[in-house]
């Protein structure tokens, strides 16, 4: 059975108003219309129109990097909570 899916659900999904329960009754009628797909790209643009929103408002985020998976870990910027100290030996021993 063919389901009615309103752009305001969506937006609603896409936007974090709806419960638990309402996002999995959603996701269940997408999934019988056979357009459960739709969700995931719906999605995903919303997102990048909220990134590119986000950079015509405060500017392109310099701080974060995206990381691809050919660099290597060691060549990235460590912190200083990845260093390990060896513990400290009691001077009894």
Known sequence: MKHL????ELMDYLEDRLSKSEKIVLKKRLAENGELNVLYHLQMAY????????EQLIGED???????????????PRMAADISFEEKKDDNE
């Open 5 to 8: 899916i309103k752009d305001i």
């Open 47 to 54: 997102e990048a129109g909220c990134e590119a929103k986000a």
């Open 62 to 76: 310099d701080f974060m990097t995206s990381i691809g998976r050919t660099e290597s870990l060691n060549s990235l």
